[in-house]
């Protein structure tokens, strides 16, 4: 029997932003382009395969809030580099489905009615600009955190995630660190692992540093292992951090 | 008698350098010398993140 899930629990992450709590619906499409090789005499349309995209739509609440919905989405639209989205799926748990994306803000709309709440809209054109094989310029894969905020004394490694089995063809991971109040400098990675024992680590993140808010995407060649987890230290001695990290194997 | 198997690694830092693993909860850097006891975690050898440094030893306890 299918498992579905539903939609009040997606979250929105853009570059250091958790813009969840602005938004009410986001949509995600992927395409391919196809060019018509029908030819006289034909009685059948023919295509042949051309290009792949994505696009991320979202809709929801206006708000002037600093590091809020209208002052993010004006300042990504037309912003030199390409924002970094993860879209959580379901339940804010590690293992949770999520879509991880390298997207330009190709519209951003406000509507004031006059007997309602003012409402926004943005629209999203996936590149994959670092991330070559990015298929569609995003994909899909899981969460390797629950997003949710951790003391310095309680960082470490977070529970692992089961793919079954191993891949072969690398991925993508992302980071977003958008509340943190460490007092140090703080390592974030994604280990892998054949076993669930023994761990290598698969990418190393840019340092996060003391108090610091960003985002990243890193991307890997070859194989993955059935294993994921994500894993933080820090040398400060006071504070705590929220990050949400993604994976997704090509 | 049991005889435990023990081999001697030393970890790489996996195809950046950089690298660390992580076995029975001790963390290793590139250059750090690694024992190994079995095979469960001989996928860090296959996979680049340790080559060998020497022959295999044998610890045994009467």
């Excluded at chain 1, 803000?105 to 996936?126: K, L, Q």
């Excluded at chain 2, 992580?22 to 250059?31: L, N, Q």
């Amino acid at each position: 029997m299918p498992t579905f899930i539903h939609g009040k629990n997606t979250a929105v992450y853009i570059d250091e932003f958790d813009l969840s709590s602005y938004f009410n619906d986001v949509s995600v499409t992927l395409d391919n382009d196809t060019a018509e090789t029908t030819a006289f005499g034909d009685t059948n349309k023919s295509f042949i395969l051309g290009t792949r995209g994505g696009t991320l739509s979202m809709s929801g609440m206006w708000a002037a809030d600093t590091d809020g919905s209208d002052e993010e989405l004006q300042a990504l639209l037309g912003n030199a580099t390409t924002p970094i989205l993860t879209i959580r799926q379901g339940a804010a748990a590690i293992g949770s489905r999520a879509i991880i994306a390298q997207a330009n803000e190709t519209n951003y709309a406000i509507s004031n009615p006059v007997a309602d709440v003012s409402t926004i809209s943005a629209d999203f054109e996936c590149t994959p600009n670092q991330v070559s094989n990015l298929t569609f310029a995003l994909a899909g894969g899981v969460q390797l955190t629950a997003g949710a905020s951790i003391a310095h004394g309680s960082l470490g490694d977070l529970s692992s995630v089961d793919n079954a089995a191993s891949s072969a063809n690398g991925g993508a991971g992302t980071l977003h660190v958008p509340t943190n109040t460490v007092g140090g400098n703080t390592t974030i990675k994604i280990q892998h692992s054949a076993n669930n024992s023994s761990w290598a680590d698969l990418i190393s993140f840019t340092v996060v540093g003391s108090s610091a808010k960003t985002s990243e995407i890193k991307a890997v060649s070859g194989t993955v292992n059935r294993y994921l987890r994500a894993t933080a230290s820090t040398a400060g001695s006071s504070g705590s951090i929220t990050f949400m990290v993604a994976f997704a194997r090509f | 008698m049991t005889e435990v198997r023990m081999s001697k690694y030393i970890a790489t830092g996996g195809a950046t350098g950089e690298a660390d693993i992580e076995i029975a909860g001790k963390t290793y850097s590139a250059g750090d010398t690694v024992e190994l006891v079995g095979k469960k975690d001989l996928w860090l050898v296959e996979q680049g993140y340790l080559k060998a440094t020497s022959k295999q030893t044998s610890k045994g306890d009467k």
